[in-house]
Structures are given as C-alpha cells and as structure tokens.
C-alpha cells in the first residue's frame, strides 16, 4: 500500500556517488500526488459512480501533477511572501487593500478560474460536465489541493459556502444580483466570498457579538468590530449582527451580507484596521474589520440569522476534516520518501523496527481520516439526492472528523518531521509549514470543546444522529463477509460500545468533562469498521482492514504500559503495510 506508492529514491549512479547531497533524502516535490495515493485512488472507485469517476479522472490526475509540482512551488513561495495591508494610497485616502505575492495571484487563477473550486457544487459547466459536481468529488480536488496549499482552501471554502447561503436564504433578488459575480470563473469579474463571525468578546459564544444593524431608510447599516476575518478582503462578507431591539445571545442575530463595494462603485464603510501575524496560513490573509456604518444586505429571515449561519460552519467544518486528512497524507508521503531514502548506522531509516513504529503512527490516523472523509462525503450525496438518514449520518459525521482529523493531524505533522530529523525543522523543506498549519485545526470553526460538546450534546444528545450511524455501520459490516466473522463481531461490539458511552455522556450533565473521550471513541469506532469494509472489497487494498486492527488495539483497548510491544499481529501487519506489491485479499484476512 506505502510501499509501490512512492519513488523509492534508492537507486545511486557512479557519478552521484560522489556527490555529498546524496546523503541529504528526497522530498515529494515534482511527485504526482494522485498517481502515488493508492488509499484516494482505490477509495473514488469505491464511492464515486464510475461514469463520474471516469469523467473526472484526467482532472484528477492534472490536480495529482500540479499538487506535486508547479503548485507545490507556489505555495512555498507565497508562505514566504505574506500578504501586507496598505492602510491608504499616496493621496492619503483611506482606500485599503492588501498586495499579494504573484504566487498567491497564480494559485488562485488554478483554484478559482481554471478548476472552480467555489463553483463546483453550485453550477454545471464546471471541469466538462454539465451538471455539479458529486461532494465526493468535491472534496477529492480539495483533498489533492491542500496537499500543496493550506491557506488558499480557507478563501476558495468560505466562497463555497457563501454562495451556499446565498442561494439557500437569500431573496430572488439578492441572489440575481450576487450569484452572477459569486459563481464567475473570471477573475476580473468573480466576486470571492467569507464569513465573519468572531468579535473580541466571543468566537465560541457566538453569542456575545456586539455587532448592531440599524435601519437607515431602506437599507441596513453595521457598526462594530470583527476580530477574526479571514480572507479580509474579500468582495461579499456574510456576517452575524444584531439589529437594534433584537434580543440578547443567538436569537438575536440576523444574516447579513457586507459586500465591499456599493451598487454606485464607492468603497463601502468599512476598513480593515490591521492583518493578524499568524503562526500558520500565512499567505492567506487574515485581518480585523471596522464597521462604520457599512451597508448591509439582510440574508433571509431576520430572526434565523445564527440557524442560517450554523449551515455555513458545519459545511465548513467538513472542509476542515478534508484539508487535515490532505495534509496528513501529504506528511506520510514526505516521511515514506525521506525513510526510503535516508541511510543511518548503516541501513535505510526505514529499516530500523522503532521508526517503523513510527511510521504505523502517522499511516493509520491518516487512513481514518480518509475513510471519513470519503464517507461523510458520499452521504452528503444521498442526503441532497433526499435521504433523510444519509442527513442524520453527515450531522454526526461532520463534527466527529472536524474534532479528530484536525488534532491528529498535529502529532502526524510533527512525526513526520521527525523522520526527516534536523532537516525536517529547516524551513527550506515543507515539514515547518505543515507543523504550522496543522494547528489552526483545532481552534478555527470551532474549538475542539467546542465540536465535541457538539457531537455528545447535540448530535447524539438532542437529534438520536448516532442512531443512523449505527445503522450505516450496520450495513458496512453486513457488506463486508470477506473480513473474518469474528473480527467483524468485534468491529460491531466496539461500535456499540462507543455509541453507548457517548449516550451516556450526553444524558449526564455531570459527564461533560468526558465529551472528548466520547467523540474520540465514536470517531475511532465509526472509522475502524470502515477501513475493515472498504479493505474488504474487491478493487481495494486489503491492507485497509489491517489498519482498522490497528484502530482497535491502540485506540480502543487498554494496553499494559509496562509490557513490551511484542504483538505478532503487529509485526506482521507493519511489513505487510510498508511492503511493496499487491498483497492478496487472503493474507490480510488471516492475520485478523
Ligand atoms: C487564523 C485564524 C483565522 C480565523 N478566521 C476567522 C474568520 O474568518 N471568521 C471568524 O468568524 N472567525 C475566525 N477565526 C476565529 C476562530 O473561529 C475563533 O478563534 C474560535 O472560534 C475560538 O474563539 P475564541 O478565540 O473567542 O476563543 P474562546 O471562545 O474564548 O475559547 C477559549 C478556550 O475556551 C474553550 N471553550 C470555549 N467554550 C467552551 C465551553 N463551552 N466548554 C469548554 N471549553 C470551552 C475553547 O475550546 C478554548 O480552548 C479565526 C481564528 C484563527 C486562529
């Protein structure tokens, strides 16, 4: 499965036996990231209609080339060269705008105007075919994206999931006056989209926003400050205000849409007083907004404005869960190469039995989250096509993987590092970015509290949503004979387990210290039973049903800290998983 996957990068001419980078591993660049990810590719045949798939497949692998090479240097670049706010121009007018690297400026024609990431799910017309593309389409072009470019995805999502707003509450109106810019492929048309919620008074407690509208004749005006805007400069803001009169916390709060310029081509009443020095995603910018009085469309029902906006985040949210997926994969490929490559004490890093370890770290978080990705993916299909099931399964899935993937996806880019060792901390090479960016993960779009409150309390607790996923798990197991019977009924058990200690969780205040361990068990639970029936179909690696082994041992069973890992399975299970070739759907069903 990792093995076939990657260049090996072993191979030493004469002449290169001299020179002294030979020691120095290779890294993924100008690697094609669709051609080498056996887990996306085998996964897209599994729950992407094939005449989608093959439709698709060239773009697919024009994503794979680009993610693996000119986007990759692009990236780099613009990570190097943040944007920078220009408060006013040379008249000493308060005209603000921000300058981007070119790299930037180039990433975004590939995202937006070539591949239409923001219009994908919301027009035909999008890479040949005629109608929108699948979600798991969607997300497979955002999961090879991101495995090059972190902070771009922030803009192309929250464009996505304006014109999601737009086009669901807005009036006739206002969306024939947005939707036309918003879903342009033209960058000198397209309107870009984001949405800003967080104030200085609260992000989790939405709350709390001190932001008021008042009625000036027939329009709306905002006044206030927005503390966390990501994408600061972008042409429509969907933003959270209270109108003047409106009662306190989230029921006071209406939609609105703060477009930055007027229908007359004047700036509207508001700047952007400064951009955040950010720890990751630095060639997106993010800034703090004043409202002075700007104009404002109100966007549907004035009293559902937080109901409305809890769509955007939750869509958003599932984005997350991709992009954490992406970049851990992009960190296993970068360890995988380098640990092929590297020598020490006389044998391949890859060769040494603790690293191999190692390696079993970063590959089984990742697979999850891919697994759950894919998943929640395909039931956001059903749910549009109107199951109301499939809606349930993505109310529960969506939170669980935004929860876990992103804070898996710290120690994964951190292990991944490791492998590297000295060079992995030199920002030369993409492991310091990818340390960087992966912890926004946990505080964007909801904290980690935050989502997992959400999942016990509300999820499980208020609408039954771990119901549907029992029945789903239900019927990947029933659908997956070739996995031993007894490896089955111990999937089935641990599912049942975990949905049980998340009701319990959920029906006692006093538990809600456990709300963490509840999503963590859930989403281990939900995610070994995948891997097993995805690794049990034919045209998949059986290798997947190996990892979800791996779930259950280290996820969901107690160990003795005090003995050593001597684990047969184990043993086995790593040289099957690192090894080179096809390995037969039988071997792997033995070793369960
Ligand atoms: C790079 C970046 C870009 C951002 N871009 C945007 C943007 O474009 N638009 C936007 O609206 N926001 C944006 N944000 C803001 C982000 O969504 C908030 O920072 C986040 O929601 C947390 O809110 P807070 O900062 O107010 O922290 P707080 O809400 O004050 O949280 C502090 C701590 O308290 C915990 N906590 C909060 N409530 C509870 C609870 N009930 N139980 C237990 N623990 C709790 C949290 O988990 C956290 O650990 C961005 C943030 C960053 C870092």
Redesign the pocket.
Known sequence: MHGQAIARGDVITPEAAHDPSRYVARDCAGLDFFAIDVGVRDLLGLYLAPDTRAALEPHFQRMGELAGGQLDALARAADQHPPVLNARDRFGRDEDWIDYHPAYREMEQIAFGDFQFHAMSHRGGVLGLDAPLPFVAKYAFQYLFVQAEFGLMCPISVTDTSIHLIRKFASAELQAYLLPKMLSSDMATLWKG?????ERA????VGAIETVARRDGDDWRLYGDKW????ADADVALMLARPEGAPAGTAGLALFALPRWLKDGRRNSYRIVRL?D?LG?RSMA?GEIRLEGAVAYLVGDVTRGFKQMMEQVNLSRLSHGVRAAAMMRRCVNEALTCARARVVFGEKVIDHPLLRRQLMKLIVPTEQALSMVMQATRCMDEANAGSSEARNVVRILTPLLKFRACRDNIPVATGSMEVRGGNGYIEEWVHARLVRDAH?GV????????NA?DIVARAVGKSGAHKALSALVTKRLEAAQALPGTFRRRLAETFARAAAFAERVAAEPAAEPSARRAASALYHATSAVLLAFEGAQPGVDPRRALLARFVLDHRLAHRDPFAPDDDAFEHAAIDLVLGDGDLAPAEAMRLL
């Open positions: 984001t949405q800003f919620m967080t609260g992000g989790s407690d966390f805007c990501s994408h955040k950010k995603t993010s926004v505080l964007w779009e909801g904290t980690s509290n935050i409150i």
